[in-house]
């Protein structure tokens, strides 16, 4: 299986254990990870906002890019997904604006057909691997853990352009921690609200009650820690956790990047998965494997 493998900014700078996990877990699992290089930031909404014209044409020079290649895009990060999914949705549905967008590209000798398709890895795991599969690769099954999946709220929003995952993809991640041997945490309200990330700057103190109430809705479903498809959820939920006021009054709550449970339950060790990286200690989840190992 080959992707045109699109880290985003955030897995190579806020949480760089991210982007070691995943290169660690696509040789693991057999995924061919042509990463474009060359690719810029999807703008995570903001260059939309200010200028719609201008993100579809910085968001088709990717996909351009991996036409040429012939492959799909694969993406690790929901919000890069939520952004490149309502591109495709503007760009794909009118030959004449797509021509627009082309004669842009054409200065770097780029052409975007419409063709490409965009998957998160959650996607690849359950309709390209295959959750059979994905589980007979697992040699350290994790479990006695109650894992809470944390979609967040970018790809899970009622918008036409990302209904597919929304009706039809909502589940998976609770599907791929039970392949994983662990027991998915089902029943609680935060799995696709917001982690308050988008308020950082704005409004600080909204923002870390909003990451508070969602690790406090986890902690009391159950949870011994938390799994996200996202790393700005992560960077949120695990990198503002002590700035909560849930924080000192509530044992802390490890947030791992969905590679890494994949990596722990497949073989892969907790230095290449960057789990020391984290803010949370993770050594209660490590604890967890060892026993179940």
């Known amino acids: 299986m080959k992707y045109a493998f699109y880290p985003g900014c955030v897995a190579k700078g806020g949480t760089p254990e991210l982007y070691q996990a995943m290169t660690a877990v696509g040789e ?6 042509h990463e ?18 201008a993100g579809d044409v910085v968001n088709s020079r990717t996909f351009a890019m991996a036409e040429q290649l012939g492959l799909p895009v694969m993406t690790i990060c929901s919000t890069c997904t ?3 999914m309502g ?18 590209l ?18 690849v795991l359950v309709e390209d691997l295959g959750l059979d599969k994905l589980k007979a690769m697992v040699v350290n099954p994790l479990q006695g853990m109650r894992l809470a999946p944390f979609y967040g709220c970018y790809v899970v929003r009622p918008s036409k352009d990302v209904d597919p995952l929304r009706l039809g993809r909502m589940g998976y991640l609770e599907k791929v921690i039970e392949a994983l041997g662990a027991e998915p945490v089902e029943e609680y309200r935060g799995k696709d609200k917001c982690c308050g990330f988008p308020l950082l700057e704005t409004n600080r103190r909204g923002s870390l ?48 990047h969905l590679p890494q449970a994949i990596g722990l339950a497949i073989g892969i060790t907790p230095e290449r998965l960057g789990l020391h990286r984290h803010i949370i200690d993770t050594k209660k989840i490590l604890a967890k494997v060892a026993v179940a190992g």
């Open 82 to 84: 939520g952004v490149m």
């Open 106 to 123: 054409a200065d770097e000798d780029l052409h975007y057909s419409g063709q490409t398709d965009v998957k998160h890895l959650l996607w």
């Open 209 to 256: 009650a909003l990451t508070g109430k969602r690790l406090a809705e986890a902690r009391d479903a159950g949870a011994d820690a938390l799994v996200t498809p996202c790393p700005l959820c992560h960077l949120n939920l695990d990198g503002q956790q002590p700035e909560t006021p849930e924080a000192g009054r509530v044992d802390a709550m490890p947030v791992m």
């Open 87 to 104: 591109v495709k949705g503007r760009v794909d549905a009118h030959d004449d604006y797509r021509e627009r967008v082309n004669q842009l």
């Open 36 to 53: 474009l290089t060359g690719a810029a930031c999807t703008g995570a909404g903001v260059i939309t906002e200010r200028d719609p014209f």
């Open 28 to 33: 693991k699992l057999g995924l061919e990870l």
